[in-house]
Antibody, heavy 119, light 110 residues
Framework: QVQLVQSGAELKKPGASVKVSCKAS????????LQWVRQAPGLSLEWLGW????????QYSQNLRGRITITMDTSARTAYMELSRLRSEDTAVYYC????????????WGQGTLVTVSS | QSALTQPASVSGSPGQSITISCTGT?????????VCWFQQHPGRAPKLILF???NRPSGISNRFSGSKSGNTASLTISGLQAEDEADYYC??????????FGTGTRVTVL
């Protein structure tokens, strides 16, 4: 069955960077784009960006451009989301999700990774 | 890109129908049909319930339906059930392969 397993919770200081991993299994890794979404405590979902494992193309939210980088290791079937120059407002649960076809139809989600930014 | 606007809360009694709106700025939903709806129960990851405006993934109840008109998309839940109590989010393609979510709606079953 399709599974997306994310790395564990992180506690970071302001100004630091965090790298969250998302390991895929149960399907052909290069056949589906992976999207990243976050949710701050008590707030709505926020789209962050995507990577196409078939070629490595990426796109990012304008709100985070310059601070976010999404990469992948095809041999490890793993995608990574790195966010730099962390601020307290970046405290959130970060999710990776598989896009079934197009248009953000996210049919499988990771369990989420809590990133806490605090001094 | 600003979030799409949804009502903060909607409520209904079991068996009733409710509709949640998702409003963008002019052009947010035109000329594509890349509108999705997600259901999220507390402490859980979101779950896709509609894609391409009004298509249901396998296993999703036909009590969920969607529509789009102008700069507003809508989700209708018919035959409301206790298990439908959750947060609901819309999403839409914007430009240059970027996306935006709605502000979210808390559905309460009275």
């Amino acid at each position: 069955q399709v599974q997306l397993v994310q790395s564990g919770a992180e506690l970071k200081k302001p100004g630091a960077s965090v790298k969250v991993s998302c390991k895929a299994s149960g399907y052909t890794f290069t056949d589906y784009s992976l999207q990243w979404v976050r949710q701050a405590p008590g707030l709505s979902l926020e789209w962050l960006g995507w990577i196409n494992p078939d070629g490595g193309g990426t796109q990012y939210s304008q709100n985070l451009r310059g601070r976010i980088t999404i990469t992948m290791d095809t041999s490890a079937r793993t995608a990574y989301m790195e966010l730099s120059r962390l601020r307290s407002e970046d405290t959130a649960v970060y999710y990776c999700a598989r896009e079934a076809t197009r248009g953000l139809d996210l049919d499988h989600w990771g369990q989420g990774t809590l990133v806490t930014v605090s001094s | 890109q600003s979030a799409l606007t949804q009502p903060a809360s909607v409520s209904g009694s079991p068996g009733q129908s409710i509709t949640i709106s998702c409003t963008g700025t002019s052009g947010d939903f035109v000329p594509h049909n890349y509108v999705c709806w997600f259901q999220q129960h507390p402490g859980r990851a979101p779950k896709l319930i509609l894609f391409d405006v009004n298509n249901r993934p396998s296993g999703i109840s036909n009590r969920f339906s969607g529509s789009k008109s102008g700069n507003t998309a809508s989700l209708t839940i018919s035959g409301l059930q206790a298990e439908d109590e959750a947060d609901y989010y819309c999403s839409s393609y914007t430009t240059r392969f970027t996306y935006v979510f709605g502000t979210g709606t808390r559905v309460t079953v009275l």
